[in-house]
């Protein structure tokens, strides 16, 4: 286990935030977008080819910077891999994007930089609904479960998994180009979710003001929506605010239905955007308690 690792990733992602510089995650977009151009073929081998690629490479570089991080002295060595991991935390960022709709000029095109859906005719409610959905969602893929597999596996699982859920987010649609190309991708994203999104969803039942409601929705609605692993902190999400999420949601001018999450028994506003945002705190305080726990336990 790598609870101080993770501990100090954590704590330099609160902090600092993006560390200056290309994002690794960017480097990993590049690789793909130049495996793409050269090697596309609308097949699950080629595909399969791609994430075999990209996983051998990141593990490959991760397991250097270990080695190499293990030639300095002890006392530099945590602190140098700890900078690296923290590169694939999100909190800091994933707050101050989702927070800054609630004083953005123009609210619309903001969520447009976090969403792939069309924001353009959006009413004021279904932005919010939309941050909303967000930042429940990403607390699992930007927090939750990159800290499960550093704390697991140390620098290379954090590694890997952000290269899984990178190429999921390029390639894991089932369009006509991607639904063989991306499928090795997409089905792997959903295995290295599975029990990260489970514990997104419990961590914010723990916080909500109707525990039973919130356990009550993510149990009900969790499973509704066609990602195995997305709806269930969404409903979680959903059930601790007493608001519907999901929905029919516009892509690409097309409307995409899509089933309701939780109850309507509040309006989605500005407000229940700030609700929600200010678990980062209870959030924090749960997470920095384990990860002290364990550190002094191991």
Not at 166 to 173: A, K, N, R, V, W
Request: charge should be neutral.
């Amino acid at each position: 286990m790598y609870f101080e690792l993770a501990l100090l990733a954590y704590l330099i992602d609160l902090t600092i935030g993006e560390l200056p510089g290309k994002h690794p995650v960017m480097w990993m977009g590049d690789f793909i977008s130049a495996f793409e151009r050269r090697f596309y073929q609308g097949r699950i081998l080629t595909g399969a080819l791609l994430v075999t690629g990209l996983l051998a490479l990141t593990l490959s570089i991760a397991a250097a910077l270990v080695y190499l991080a293990g030639l300095l002295p002890a006392w530099l060595s945590l602190p140098v891999l700890a900078m690296a991991a923290s590169t694939g935390l999100a909190m800091h960022m994933l707050h101050a994007s989702v927070a800054g709709l609630l004083t953005a000029e123009n609210p619309r095109q903001a969520l447009s930089y976090l969403v792939s859906r069309d924001t353009g005719a959006m009413t004021e409610t279904e932005v919010y609904k939309g941050a909303l959905e967000t930042w429940a969602e990403n607390l699992s893929d930007g927090v939750i479960a990159p800290l499960f597999y550093l704390v697991l596996f140390g620098l290379p699982g954090i590694a890997v998994y952000k290269a899984v859920n990178t190429m999921d987010s390029m390639i894991g649609y089932k369009t006509g180009r991607y639904f063989y190309f991306g499928k090795v991708a997409a089905r792997l994203d959903d295995i290295a979710n599975y029990l990260p999104a489970r514990l997104t969803a419990l961590l914010i039942i723990a916080l909500a003001d109707d525990r039973r409601r919130a356990w009550q929705c993510c149990l009900r609605d969790g499973g509704k929506l066609e990602s195995p692993n997305a709806g269930f902190p969404i409903a979680a999400m959903a059930g601790a605010l007493g608001v519907a999420l999901g929905g029919d949601a516009r892509y690409h001018g097309r409307i995409k239905h899509k089933p309701v999450l939780g109850w309507s028994i509040h309006p989605i506003n500005q407000t229940t955007l700030e609700q929600a945002l200010n678990m980062k705190t209870g959030i924090n305080l749960i997470v920095l308690t384990l990860l002290i726990a364990g550190a002094l336990l191991t």
